[in-house]
């Protein structure tokens, strides 16, 4: 039995994820859509290299609330990216949240549903899937049931709102890369329950196809990508952010020269270092933070 707790810290400690944060099974049961799903979630952590958790087929949230003292009622769903294989769960998950807490937001990790890895190596099985023909066919019907846990978790946030001390008109979806279309869909076809009251996509996957009508009740949009981005997946961003400037809906767009893909909370040394501070002005300026 000590080996086993040993065991599972190391786990828990190796991906930041730390025992004392509170997880939340999103759903009462299997999840909707998936119910003959399997498999376990898993965390791989491939020497000094980022922890991923793949094989997530329960989707959760983990809970980082912002100390009282700073706490200014709004919240934040943070969905890591990873080619719904994966998830980057430490610069696209973890070190956002704690991000987020510093400025008085209580953050909520979500781990959405994925596909099914069938070796030890998930980062390396993933690229090699990608450079395949029928990726694209193959991945659609997880999309769907992710971007479902995206809407799912905000309905959830908001019902449990006075529960975390949160502002129920203050709940916010962020996401990087595939957890940028999470993010984004949730800015489409919402309900009042899912609807969020900003979105910011960063680095997102989300070709105009995916892209619907924008409300006449639209969230406010942040986006932030990178033109070297080396999935070709800035003109994504340049299509969303268009949509929102023709519909006359609020929306701001940071577009680096420099930071490729995946440059989430990395530090490079370069402008998209700073990509989260601006975010972070974008945020006071419309009243979700106070000034910082």
Known sequence: MKKITVIAFFLFSATGILAQQKV???????????ERWTYNEQVYKPGTQEALVYNVS???????PADPAKATGTAVIVCPGGGFYILAINHEG???ARWLNEKG???FVLKY???QSMTDNPGQELGENMKKADFGKKISPIISLSVADGKAAIEYVRKHASEYKIDSQKIGIMGFSAGGTVAASAAFNFTPENRPDFVAPVYAFMPPSMQGTVADDAP?????AATDDGLNLTSHSVALYSKWLEAKKPAEIHIYEKG??????KKQGIATDTWIDRFGDWLALHGFIKEH
Request: no cysteine; proline share 8%; aromatic share 10%.
């Open 113 to 115: 549903r994925l596909g």
């Open 24 to 34: 939340i099974q999103l759903y009462n049961g299997a999840a909707p859509g998936s």
């Open 58 to 64: 329960h989707p959760t949230l983990t809970v980082y």
């Open 94 to 96: 973890v070190d956002v």
């Open 260 to 265: 490729g893909h995946g440059f989430g909370m």
């Open 220 to 224: 406010p949009l942040f986006i932030a």
């Open 105 to 107: 937001i209580t953050a």
